[in-house]
């Protein structure tokens, strides 16, 4: 069994119970204990909706900063294409990628380019027979481990390729060695700016198999106010990007999917619309699909809990960008399209256990079962969290897993003493 790295924590110092998040969390991995927040860290997916919908910022994402790259004598930067979409009135990813290199760094790879790669051995992987149908896309690791936890039976489903972040750092890597020889691989350091905390997640626990080659995870709202300062616009940049419409498309939901070049797929973004897509696969409530993308931002990587952007705004501004590139730049031969390269690939996932079992032993698991059903029958069944827990039927598994007390459930405890009061006035009249 696997332990798993987070990037979402808690200040408790702000946290003042408001119950806000734990209706929320796409997998009821927060409780509130003792008056603040408590994270369950087997459940948690570092989605960061609790940072987004957190009315104190008593959430927050852990990740790194620049002067985390300060160790490496050459620093690459990674920008996700999310980062574009921050800036208005851009038509020229030059500026950004110019903007970079004036802040620091001594060399840029757009992740934008490895997806436009990752889109184009998609469309081969897709066309092999055997694959499970709907293939769906791994490049969100926040979906890729709730599947994991809540729906373990589509795990063959997910597509075994690095996402493009991962591309690019290894491709990068190799640019660097090439220009400068004279550096050892322990001095060329790879940074992603992020939109989300997920992507840090998943460069702390790679998969089962696989060490990720990124070094250092900075947000996106650290970067921007640097490049806006960086950023002049009097005066033309260098000729640096080497992505197009396709890389670019990526930061917004549906512009992986788009790619495949195939009008059976399914795009859904905002994790409460993936929970719902993944239950109809699962249930084979859904048509005949090749491929699915699930992203678990509003909008897709645009509405990560990182940027500092509206995610419609964001994707409005995308869409004006596009209109300036070219579909991609970079094609593949027919040769090159034969197979997907082996070092594309990643072999397992990491293994953890469902959340929704209960015991290891199936007997218990069915004893626990009914115990929690038969309580629900006696709670309210409003779901009002007063309790700590998101729901009544949450609140049940907890007392029957010994976490919380039947007490703890405010409304039965009013009934209660209410009977209590009734009976009390009924033994004083008798006495009368």
Known sequence: ??????????????????????????????????????????????????????????????????????????????????????????????????????????????????????????????????????????????????????????????????????????????????????????????????????????????????????????????????????????????????????GVGWAASGGEATAIFNEKYLAADGIENVIHVLDQIENGNIGHLEFVELNACTGGCVGGALTMQNPFIAKARLRKLKRYLPVSQNILSKEELRYVPEDYFFNELPTYSPISRLSENMAESMRMMSDIQKLRKTLPGYDCGSCGAPTCRAFAEDVVRGRAKKSDCILTMRDRFKEYLESLGEEDGNDG
């Open 1 to 246: 069994m696997n332990t798993y790295e987070h990037s979402v924590s808690l200040d408790t110092a702000k946290c003042t119970g408001c119950t806000t998040c734990i209706h929320r969390c796409p997998t009821e991995a927060i409780r509130i204990r003792d008056g603040h927040a408590v994270i369950d860290t087997e459940r948690c997916i570092d989605c960061g909706v609790c940072i987004k919908v957190c009315p104190h910022n008593a959430k927050r994402a852990v990740l790194d900063t620049l002067k985390d790259m300060d160790r490496f004598r050459y620093k690459i930067a990674l920008p996700a294409p999310s980062l574009y979409a921050q800036f208005d009135n851009l038509d020229d990813i030059d500026f950004v990628l110019q903007g970079l290199l004036d802040i620091g760094f001594d060399h840029v790879y757009e992740v934008a380019r490895a997806a436009e790669l990752c889109s184009a051995y998609t469309r081969t992987y897709l066309k092999v027979e055997g694959v499970a149908r709907p293939a769906i896309s791994s490049a969100c690791p926040a979906v890729v481990r709730l599947i994991e936890l809540r729906f373990p039976f589509l795990k063959d489903n997910i597509i075994r390729m690095l996402p493009p972040m991962e591309i690019a750092a290894k491709a990068a890597r190799e640019e660097a060695a090439k220009l400068r020889p004279d550096l050892s691989p322990e001095e060329i350091g790879v940074c992603f700016i992020s939109p989300c905390p997920a992507k840090m997640s998943y460069v702390k626990n790679g998969f089962s198999d696989y060490k990720s080659q990124v070094d250092v995870v900075v947000p996106i709202s650290d970067i921007y106010f640097m490049l806006i300062n960086a950023m002049n616009h009097s005066v033309r940049p260098q000729s640096l990007s080497q992505s197009g419409m396709i």
